[in-house]
C-alpha cells in the first residue's frame, strides 16, 4: 500500500502473524536466517559423520518374520541389499489398528526405488499377527513392505516393545536404574511393572555383510520425528507445526495433531 505522498506503507499483520516488511528488509532477515541453517547443516553433516562411525553388533539370535510369502529370516528382509533401514511400528497383537502416530509416518513413505537404487531396503515390523497387518495396510493404500515379529523376542530385544520379564528394559537408552532417578516419558517417575508391555515407536538400521548381518543403529522418540506428519515441510512455513510449544507464541492455534495428540487419527479417519 501507498501513502497520498507516495510513500510505501507497510502494512500491520493481523494477530501473531509474520511482520509485513520490505523486499530489502525480507531479505536482509532470510540471508541473517540463512547463516544459521548453514551452521546446522555443517554439525548435521557431523553428526551423520558420527553416526557412520559407530560401532556394529552382529546379529546372532535366528529371528523369524512372518511376511506374505510366510516366515522369512532377518537377512530375507534385506531383498539382498546391503542395508536395512526397520521402522519399528506400534501395532500390539491385542489392538484393532495400528497406532495413529506411527500410522501418520507409514502415511509419508512413497516409492522406495531412491532407497533401492542406493542399495537400501526399508521395512516396517509390528508385534501384531500377520493378517492384521495386511489388512490395515490394505486398508490404508499402503505398498511398503510390512512383516510381523508375533511370538518373538525381536521387539523387546531391540526396545520397541519394554517388558522387563522379556528383556532388560532400555527405554531412550536408559537403564531401569537411570530411569528410577531421570523418569520415565509418560509419568516423570520410575519404572513400574504397570509399564510392561509398552510399545514404543522407533527406526533401527542394519547392514549385511555377506550372510552375517550387523545392527548399527537405533532411534526413538524425537530421534523419528522428521518421519512424521510433514514435519520437515511444516517447519518451513510460517505458522509451523501448529503444536503449542512452538515459538513465537500464539503463533497458530495447536491443532492437537502432535505425535500422540488428543486429534491424531490413523490417516483414512481425518476424511479429506
Known amino acids: 500500500m501507498r501513502h497520498r505522498s507516495g510513500a510505501?506503507?507497510?502494512?500491520?499483520?493481523?494477530?501473531?502473524?509474520?511482520?509485513?516488511?520490505?523486499?530489502?528488509q525480507w531479505l536482509a532477515a532470510r540471508r541473517e536466517l540463512l547463516a544459521k541453517e548453514k551452521d546446522l547443516t555443517r554439525t548435521r553433516d557431523r553428526v551423520n559423520a558420527d553416526r557412520r562411525r559407530l560401532p556394529m553388533v552382529r546379529v546372532d539370535e535366528p529371528y523369524t518374520f512372518e511376511g506374505p510369502d510366510g516366515p522369512v529370516r532377518l537377512l530375507d528382509l534385506f531383498e539382498g541389499r546391503r542395508q536395512l533401514v526397520l521402522h519399528h511400528f506400534m501395532f500390539a497383537?491385542?489392538?484393532?489398528?495400528?497406532?495413529?502416530?506411527?500410522?501418520?509416518?507409514?502415511?509419508?513413505?512413497?516409492r522406495l526405488?531412491?532407497?533401492?537404487?542406493?542399495?537400501?531396503?526399508?521395512?516396517?515390523?509390528?508385534?501384531?499377527?500377520?493378517?492384521?497387518?495386511?489388512?490395515?495396510?490394505?486398508?490404508?493404500?499402503?505398498?511398503?513392505?510390512?512383516?510381523?515379529?508375533?511370538g518373538t523376542s525381536f521387539n523387546f530385544d531391540f526396545h520397541?516393545?519394554?517388558?522387563?520379564?522379556?528383556?532388560?528394559?532400555?527405554?531412550?537408552?536408559?537403564?531401569?536404574?537411570?530411569?528410577?532417578?531421570?523418569?520415565?516419558?509418560?509419568?516423570?517417575?520410575?519404572?513400574?511393572?504397570?509399564?510392561?508391555?509398552?510399545?514404543?515407536?522407533?527406526?533401527?538400521?542394519?547392514?549385511?555383510?555377506?550372510?552375517?548381518?550387523?545392527?548399527?543403529?537405533?532411534t526413538y522418540g524425537r530421534g523419528i520425528e522428521d518421519f512424521h506428519n510433514g514435519y520437515p515441510y511444516l517447519d518451513l512455513t510460517a505458522l509451523g507445526r501448529q503444536e503449542a510449544w512452538e515459538e513465537p507464541p500464539g503463533r497458530a492455534t495447536p491443532l492437537g495433531l502432535h505425535?500422540?495428540?488428543p486429534a491424531m487419527r490413523v490417516p483414512d479417519a481425518y476424511g479429506t
Not at 9 to 24: D, I, K, Q
Not at 189 to 209: A, C, D, K, N, Y
Request: hydrophobic letters at 40%; charged letters at 20%.
Open 160 to 218: 520397541a516393545t519394554l517388558d522387563d520379564r522379556v528383556a532388560p528394559v532400555l527405554l531412550h537408552f536408559r537403564t531401569e536404574d537411570e530411569l528410577a532417578e531421570a523418569g520415565t516419558p509418560w509419568t516423570g517417575g520410575p519404572w513400574t511393572p504397570g509399564m510392561r508391555g509398552s510399545e514404543l515407536p522407533g527406526i533401527s538400521v542394519f547392514l549385511r555383510v555377506g550372510d552375517e548381518v550387523f545392527h548399527t543403529y537405533s
Open 113 to 150: 526405488r531412491q532407497l533401492h537404487v542406493r542399495n537400501t531396503t526399508l521395512v516396517a515390523v509390528s508385534r501384531a499377527p500377520y493378517p492384521k497387518l495386511a489388512a490395515f495396510r490394505e486398508r490404508m493404500g499402503w505398498q511398503f513392505p510390512w512383516y510381523s515379529s508375533y
Open 93 to 110: 497383537p491385542e489392538w484393532d489398528q495400528a497406532c495413529a502416530s506411527c500410522s501418520s509416518a507409514a502415511d509419508g513413505i512413497g
Open 259 to 261: 505425535v500422540g495428540g
Open 8 to 24: 510505501r506503507v507497510m502494512s500491520a499483520p493481523a494477530g501473531n502473524l509474520p511482520e509485513v516488511v520490505s523486499r530489502e
